[in-house]
């Protein structure tokens, strides 16, 4: 009795609850009826009638089979599973006892068991403790749907005997789902957090920036990645991926299309800006987006800046200009370095080698790959330190002697071959640091952008003027390469330079000075081009003035006037645009009036330049309030992504490519698994992998664990 009460108070169900209806009162009103006639009074002798009850909720979960009237069953509606109901001999009890204990498919049924105490650790920047948790199959499927989704595994895991014998052990009670199964529930987890964010996009009305790349799997497809960056409301920046898609060709209007179309799916209209790499289609797939977004009124400036190019794509194409005309040198070094790493044996030669010479790195020899020219750094680094090892193993070594110091075949690198291998580390070490930062996705990128480039053509300048050929022949085809982007401010899209301005550890003197770099030490052409930048921020805050007409009265006109209506998303009038600048212009005559907070910001003091981890992005938070507006301009251009791509693939030269597992799928669930793995993930994958001298120390940690086990 006590369970069906309780059932009845908490028991949530879809259409109402299980509460107990109250007794209706038996008491006959006094009121004359509609027809004028009195009602019988308490006395009279007329016959009470029996009041009907309703129809228990229970209802709402059971369906009647009147396969036979005088045995009548319910069928639940989750698991199917019948019941006799008949009113006189069975009633609804058995039936409240299935939904609330025996049926698994229903997620509201009464949780009764004991609970178990369980320590969560933080997470999300939360703080962790004990919490009271019971056995819920139907959230552990789930969870583990989401496990194969952030890992990487194959839906085929779940069928595999060493996963079976561990949920087994930890949860007899628990049936494994079958793979299939498994598929449905990670689709079903994609729609539930795409309508979520969907959800979120259209409610905010957020400004987003956009990064898009192609990806080929083994059956050549074609993907195309549609990935959204923005700074949310609690002023963190956010990278989401919206679609993984099949596009026929990578033809720009095609590009184009798809990237509209998946636009249109989301309810996105307002976009920033678009960055992808220098080919000649994407200008066309620019072209055609930019005239899209126009005519759904979410560009800024007309669209005149959406299109930024991929820094970490441009630094790939100097670097490979700079190391083709050196290849003999690292192909020398690789070499080496690929025969000592053919067996345990020689990398056991070339350890012993390297103490008898007192070489201390903790570094390991490591092998390259060609296509991506970070590893050839990585590899030259620690290459070099181990140079007189390398000398050492000529003559001690019989096998490496009959290698590289025959006759015939390959040849050992040479004494001037290793310090030209220097020179190419240091000359990659600055593209090595810049192009780490260009990729950065947890951190604001643009701001960084012109200092780098700055950085980096100063040294190139420097070192095309020295004395040494080798130093200067590679300083200058690089630099050839460097000036076909970056060579003058007018190639450089302007976005990046206010994004300085924005940084208020820097503002107008910084972008100044940055400038003048470009210039070759023009002050003229220097400011010139400040006071370009600063009246292109200027039009962007009349612009927002519009847009967010309803945030400040400084940016909107009176409400006296008929005319002054607020606009809203990106619905701007030219006229009011004209008056909007009139009466700026009219204010900063008039001493009264406040000046713009453009004026402002650039007047007051800057931060301090050495303050550690400045957090540009909580000095907004924190200053938006005297900032209403400008804060708006800050808040999308420090979103603008700097790179298409992240760390761990932001050096390849060669194509990305779907592995193995993900190219067995059809396009949907690859679309399914790595978007929500996306969504899912706080970190990028390239923080879980281990560098060459982690994984070193683990085989050294395991090799020392058999000795001692072989010693027992």
Known sequence: MREHQYLMKVLVLPQGSLEPQSQPSTQLSSQPSAGGDESPSPTSCAPKRKPTRPPSKVWTHFTKVIDDAKNPKARCNYCGVSYACGSKKNGTSNLLTHLSIQCKKFTNRDEKRQKTLVFEAKKHGEDGGLVAKTYNAELVKENIARMLVMDELPFSFVDRQGFKDLMRLVEPRFVVPSRRT?????????????????????????????????WTSCQNLNYMVLTSHYVDENWCLQKKILNYCVVPNHRGETLGKGIEQCLLEWGIENIFTVTVDNAASNDVAISYLVGSVCDWGGAILQGMHMHIRCCAHILNLVVMDGLKEHGGVITKIRNVVRFVRGSGARMLKLKSCAEQAKITSKKTACLDVPTRWNSTYIMLEAAIQYQKAFERMETHDVAYVKEFCGSSGSKSPSSDDWDNARYFVKFLKIFYDATLRFSGTLHVTSNIFLEQICFIGNQLDVWGASTDMRMSIMAQTMKIKFNKYWGSVEKINPLLIVAVLLDPRYKEAYVNICLETLSNGDVEEAQKQTKKIIGILNK????????????????????????????????????????????????????????????????????????????????????????????????????????????????????????????????????????????????????????????????????????DLTIE
């Not at 689709?187 to 957020?206: A, D, Q, S, T, V």
Request: hydrophobic content about 35%; aromatic content about 8%.
């Open 182 to 214: 498994v598929t449905r529930d990670c689709f079903n987890l994609y729609m539930k957090e795409k309508k979520r964010l969907k959800e979120y996009f259209i409610g905010k009305k957020l400004r987003v920036c956009l990064t898009t790349d192609t």
């Open 540 to 707: 962007m805050y009349e612009e927002y003035c519009l847009v967010y007409s309803h945030l400040t009265s400084h940016c909107s006109t009176s409400s006296q006037n008929q005319d002054d209506m607020e606009i809203d998303g990106g619905d701007v009038d030219a006229y009011k645009m004209f008056q909007t600048r009139a009466k700026m212009r009219l204010r900063a005559v008039d001493n009264k009036e406040p000046k713009t907070e453009v004026d402002k910001y650039l007047m007051e003091a800057c931060e301090d330049m050495d303050t550690q981890n400045f957090d540009i992005l909580n000095w907004w938070k924190i200053n938006s309030s005297r900032y209403k507006i400008l804060s708006l301009i800050a808040r999308d251009v420090l979103a603008v992504p700097i790179s298409t791509v992240a760390s761990e693939s932001a050096f390849s030269t060669g194509g990305r490519i779907i592995d193995s597992f993900r190219n067995t799928l059809n396009p949907k669930t690859v679309q399914a698994l790595i978007c929500t793995q996306n969504w899912f993930r706080n970190q990028p994958s390239s923080e879980l992998s281990e560098t060459p001298e982690e994984v070193e120390s683990i085989a050294e940690e395991i090799l020392v664990g058999i000795e």
